[in-house]
T-cell receptor, first 112, second 112 residues
């Protein structure tokens, strides 16, 4: 079955360490997205990519980095510069503007 | 710019009650409109969509009609079940914008 996979589901890291969240899709979607969700809040866009080897900053890109070397993969690195990294991170992909997004099941990052 | 406003929650209903969750939007042109559902600890799932004015999206007993004259896309269900308890997000995409704009989400709790 086609889908989008995020791993790991839970991640614990010490303050000051960089951490990379994985996002892989086998839907042949061109566009991929990273969102952050804090408890009881909506989604905030971190980065998005509409094509391989190209990506754009979203609303809250500071302290995060991404790469898009393959169509299937869009990893997110949470750097030590991110002031409050503990959150639920969601990856999504889309074929086109009228198709809607397919979301992964999320990674819950806790920094201690 | 684009924006989506959802009715504030939480919404609590008894089983078999009628559900309406209001969603209004601000956008230029002719956006596509979406409703997503998020169950606890999971990613979002696309529930339904409408891509042009007067279109009605429907899925699993839920419906929403794209009303350009009132810039609205209200979610309705005739008889809710306990299993419908979740957070519901309204969203829009403008053609070629490359990214969605999400509302803040509305939490629905259905009691037996």
């Amino acid at each position: 079955d086609g889908g989008i996979t995020q791993s790991p589901k839970y991640l614990f890291r010490k303050e000051g360490q960089n951490v990379t969240l994985s996002c892989e899709q086998n839907l042949n979607h061109d566009a991929m997205y990273w969102y952050r969700q804090d408890p009881g809040q909506g989604l905030r866009l971190i980065y998005y990519s509409q094509i391989v080897n190209d990506f754009q900053k979203g609303d809250i890109a500071e302290g995060y980095s991404v790469s898009r070397e393959k169509k299937e993969s869009f990893p997110l690195t949470v750097t030590s510069a991110q002031k409050n990294p503990t959150a639920f991170y969601l990856c999504a992909s889309s074929m086109g503007d009228r198709d809607g997004y397919t979301f992964g099941s999320g990674t819950r990052l806790t920094v201690v | 710019g684009n924006s989506v406003t959802q009715m504030e929650g939480p919404v609590t209903l008894s089983e078999e009650a009628f559900l309406t969750i209001n969603c209004t939007y601000t956008a230029t042109g002719y956006p596509s409109l979406f409703w997503y559902v998020q169950y606890p600890g999971e990613g979002l799932q696309l529930l339904l969509k409408a891509t042009k004015a007067d279109d009605k999206g429907s899925n699993k007993g839920f419906e929403a009609t794209y009303r350009k004259e009132t810039t609205s896309f209200h979610l309705e269900k005739g008889s809710v079940q306990v299993s419908d308890s979740a957070v519901y997000f309204c969203a829009l995409v403008n053609t070629n914008a490359g990214k969605s704009t999400f509302g803040d989400g509305t939490t629905l709790t259905v009691k037996p």
